[in-house]
């Protein structure tokens, strides 16, 4: 595989439309303040922009992307990370997105060094690079960053129930403690698959390389393995809420999902669980098992809430598999990613 490079001047110019999306649920203040001075920004460029919150719009200009080789079609995703996410899904491979980080946690964009800054979606639409990330798919739904079940799913799940208008760190504080105070830590049937194309830790490097060679690999067997956990993390990228360093060594483009579990299904366990991940110590736990998989399949016997970027989505059962190269970001200038860039889509 190449690793591409800036575009072109002749890719500069190239007939382009950008479709400002914005969340109407994302932002306050002067961060929404910028989309305005995108699009007219972008204008003055010469490039065609339009901004709109309407899912049927998306869909309209992403359909006439496809039928039209002389156009490109940039998204841009002025929100949090379930609006990059929402975007991703309806996109194909091709389009490029450019985060405009305005929700609450905003990880996918702080782990790739995105702005809400007008200027600089500017430069990044007009100068940057762009590059594939993998993405993963739970129960027919997109995500980016990470799903799990569990205590923290319900602690979004009451966060969601709870919720009037714009959602701030502190919103979480209550149900925090109604979750410590209450939630009982059932056990959880987790099952993963592993394709043969997956590589050791040894060689990370390498497949960090060739992610999108040995997608296109086709896989003739694969390896499994069983647990029962009480509380479930499936990370693409290695981010989370407020900072938390759940898993370190999630890399989103290496065609796996890195799995985290924690097996004890107790309240002391779950305190202790808690204070480990606040402290950064919940990888030396013995109970604490991590894996690298392709596919992830949990289900209960009792009801057991599940998250995906941060969204309540519902309850298990729940079947997740990973989409290597899925996603085509269009990275800042000032990104870099040396031999792990993907040919300009």
């Known amino acids: 595989m190449t690793a591409s490079t800036h575009p072109s001047p002749d890719a500069a110019i190239k007939p382009v439309t950008v ?16 989309i305005p001075k995108l699009v007219a920004s972008l204008t003055q460029h010469g490039i065609n922009a339009v ?5 049927q719009v998306i869909r309209e200009h992403i ?9 490109s079609l940039i998204l841009v995703a002025c929100g949090g990370d379930g609006t990059i996410s929402l975007l991703a899904d309806l996109a194909t491979a091709e389009i490029p997105i450019v985060p405009m980080p305005m929700g609450t946690e905003n990880l996918l964009s702080r782990h790739f060094g995105f702005t809400a800054s007008a200027d600089d979606v500017v430069q990044t639409i007009l100068q940057g690079h762009d590059y594939r990330i993998d993405a993963g798919l739970a129960n027919g739904r997109l995500f980016l960053v990470m799903a799990s079940c ?33 939630y009982r830590f059932p056990q959880i049937d987790l099952r993963i698959e592993r394709d043969e194309h997956d590589f050791g830790d040894s060689q990370a490097a390498a497949k960090r390389e060739s992610s999108q060679v040995a997608a ?62 606040f402290t950064g110590r919940h990888l030396g736990f013995a109970d604490v098992k991590r894996e690298r998989a392709s596919r992830v399949f949990m289900t209960s016997k009792t009801r057991v809430a599940y998250q995906l970027d941060g969204d309540y989505v519902g309850r298990l059962p729940l079947e997740i598999s990973t989409l290597p190269g899925r996603v085509c970001l269009r990275m800042p200038v000032t990104a870099d990613f040396s031999g792990r860039l993907s040919k300009p889509a």
């Open 150 to 182: 569990g205590f923290d799913a319900e602690v979004v799940r009451d966060v969601h129930l709870r919720r009037r208008g714009h959602i701030q760190r502190l919103s979480y504080l209550r149900p925090i403690l109604r979750a410590v105070s209450r």
């Open 63 to 71: 359909g006439r992307f496809q039928s039209a080789a002389d156009h």
């Open 19 to 34: 479709l400002v999306c914005a969340s109407p649920k994302a932002g306050r203040g002067q961060g929404r303040e910028e």
């Open 216 to 277: 296109a690999a086709a896989a003739t067997s694969c390896s499994e393995s069983s647990w029962q956990p009480c509380w479930a993390m499936v990370f693409n990228i290695p981010c989370y809420g407020g900072g938390l360093r759940i898993e370190p060594d999630a890399i989103e483009n290496d065609c796996l999902l890195d799995v985290i579990t924690f097996c004890q299904g107790t309240i002391l366990s779950g305190l202790r669980y808690v204070a480990g991940i």
């Open 51 to 55: 901004m709109t919150d309407s899912i």
